[in-house]
């Protein structure tokens, strides 16, 4: 064995860690031997024999295999190999190939946790997010209840899913698979149908903090493989008026019309509100700059105060008319109504900016008028 291989050039010779073929010659107790033609002989053996048992159960006298090398010459003269860290390398190898040709594979969930589901892929563990299933099976649950989230996940557990690997990294051992990323390839066509402007029916799917999510009707296409497609209601979207809690305005089920503001790839952006009239349009038959009003306080923000003055039109009374957070919030409380001065009125930027009570000149004419009223009952009394 050693003169074998100082026949052989250093450059030819294979390096520790690098993988080599062989055909099996044959197994003696825990050993077994493969020919590795001008190397020599490999051998399996101890802890590596045992740990690759499944592999060796399957292979016989003449089969062609792949190794990996622990050791070019042992005790013994032979080359040390280890069958299962070589199915790694090339299970390893062959993930990277699917990767980088965007194949699409089927894997079944063995697990779950609150950040996702897992899987294993040529015998290596792989993680999904729930950011990367379809919308099909995304779970929407309102005010985002982990526990909650983590009963939907558990419920594709045994269940095969179609995905893609997007991100592969060995030396940390990290496998992220998609399955949202083969319903991207799915949505390419489907998503030709809709422009920004289009106006769209469809269900609501899912309310949260931030908005709704909609399930949009395809036109003309009822076939149960064209892929879902989702849309989002942003909170500010809902309605013209200020909305707390997307709930106030719609559930789950709800049939609902809504156009396309946005599109940006399979994100869809909707609105609800650009299909009811705008209040702002005539905002100035109504109110003026100056203009003395009450208003009803509905929210108070570090930077101000949101005051409803109508069904539709808010506006902000600046944390700047108060010396401090704590004088505003001393002032002010929600769902009380008080009176604020109009300073500006942005028709374009839906904007209404308010003073916090009267005017400096209409508290001058204020003063005057009391001033003139108490001298009035002053002479009366002296003419008594």
Known sequence: MEEALKNILPAQLPKVGELIDGAILGKKGSCLYIN?????????????????????????????????V???????????????????????????????????????????NRGGIMAQVKGVPAFMPVSQLSVKNYPRIEGGD?????????????????????????????????????QD???KGVLDNFKVGDIIEGEISGVVDFGAFV????????????????????????????????????KIGDKIQAKIIGIDGDKISLSMKALKNDPWINIEDTYKVGQIIKGKTVKINPF????????????LCHISEFKSEEEMKE??????????????????????ALGFGKTAKEKEKSEKEKDKINKNEEKKEEAK
């Open 215 to 250: 399930k949009i009707e395809v036109p003309g296409e009822k076939n149960e493989d064209i892929p879902q497609i989702e849309g989002l209601v942003h909170i500010s979207e809902l309605d013209w008026q200020l909305i707390e809690d997307p709930k106030q305005v719609v």
């Open 331 to 352: 002032k002010l409380e929600v769902g009380k109504s008080y009176t604020f001065n109009i300073q500006l009125i942005n028709k374009a930027e839906h904007r209404l």
């Open 146 to 182: 982990k526990t909650k989230i983590l009963q939907e996940l558990n419920k594709f557990i045994g269940k095969n899913m179609n995905v893609k690997v997007i991100d592969i990294d060995q030396k940390e051992s990290k496998l992220i698979i998609s399955e949202r990323g083969v």
């Open 304 to 315: 101000g105060a949101f005051i409803k003055l109508d069904n539709n039109i808010q506006g």
């Open 185 to 187: 390839e799915d949505l």
């Open 70 to 112: 622990l050791e070019l010459q042992n005790d013994d003269g032979y080359v040390e190999l280890s069958l299962k860290e070589a199915g790694q390398e090339m299970a390893w190898d062959e993930l990277r190939k699917i990767k980088e040709s965007g194949e699409i594979i089927s894997v079944k969930i063995t697990e779950a």
């Open 36 to 68: 590795l033609g001008a190397f020599g002989i490999g051998v399996i053996y101890g802890k590596e024999y045992y740990e690759a048992q499944d592999l060796i159960k399957g292979v016989k006298i003449g089969d062609k295999v792949s190794a990996k």
